[in-house]
Structure formats: C-alpha cells, structure tokens
C-alpha cells in the first residue's frame, strides 16, 4: 500500500487565508496619495462627475453669452479662462487617473496571482482526493477477492 500525505482541513484554510492576508497587506502598503490617486481615478471616470462638468460648462457658457454684459466674466467669444480652466484639470487629472490605474492593476495582478495560487491548491486537494479513491478501490477490490476465495 502507498503512503499518501493528506493534507489537513485547518492546514488548508491556513493556506487559504495566507493567499488572502497578502492581498489585504499590499492594499494596506499603498501610500495616502496613492488612495488619493485611485479614489480620483474611481470617481473621475463616472457618470456623476461627467454631468457635474457638463452642468459647469453649461452654466459656465449660458453665463457669459445670455447675463447682462456689465456681470459677464468670460464674454463671448473668449472663453480664455474656461479654456484654460479645462487645460488645467486636464493636465492635474491625467497623471492622477493614469498613476490611480496603475495602482489597480498592480492590486488585480496581486489578486490574479492569489487566484493562480488557490487554483493550484484546488489541484493539488483534487489530485490528493483522487489518490486516495484509487487506494480505497484497491484496498476494496483486495478486500472483495478474498471474500470470493473464501466463499
């Protein structure tokens, strides 16, 4: 008969919450503005912020071309100064949108390896299970052919 090592339930579960416990610390490694960095990136990219920019840009524009002369900031056809507002949070959001997604695809190629791990663990537990049924079945069939020579 083979020896086979089977591995514990606890032992398995520990290896599990090792895999997940190092996703949580590299999460809890990423700098205050790297959090800032992503939470931009999280909201910049929805569809709230793009209607708060929309509505600005409405207001921006209906003011300057429909209020009174003497109150417009930004008269018709200048537009120098929403102009050069929109340049500027251009220019600050890119970098911070691109250094957010970096971040989280640094976090989901963590999770993917996490994922590689237990996949190979599942392996691993099913090969275990099936060695162990191929030795159950020889030890059957032993059991079962001496029965038939006693008989």
Request: proline content about 3%; overall charge neutral; aromatic content about 8%.
């Amino acid at each position: 008969m083979e020896n086979i090592s089977i591995i514990s339930i606890d032992e398995l579960k520990n290896k599990r919450k090792q895999i997940l416990n190092r996703i949580a610390v590299e999460e809890k490694k990423t700098s205050t503005l790297g959090k800032i960095a992503v939470w931009i990136t999280d909201n910049v990219g929805s569809m709230g912020f793009f209607l708060i920019i929309f509505i600005w840009t409405v207001s921006w524009l209906g003011w300057n071309m429909l209020a009174p002369k003497q109150v417009r900031f930004d008269p018709y056809p200048a537009f120098v100064l929403w102009l050069f507002m929109s340049n500027v949070i251009q220019l600050f959001l890119m970098p911070l949108i691109m250094l957010g997604q970096n971040i989280q695809a640094k976090a989901s190629d963590i999770r993917a390896e996490a994922d590689l791990e237990i996949n190979m663990q599942a392996a691993l537990e099913n090969e275990a299970i099936l060695l162990h049924l191929e030795n159950q079945n020889r030890v059957m069939l032993q059991i079962v052919k001496a029965l038939e020579e006693k008989i």
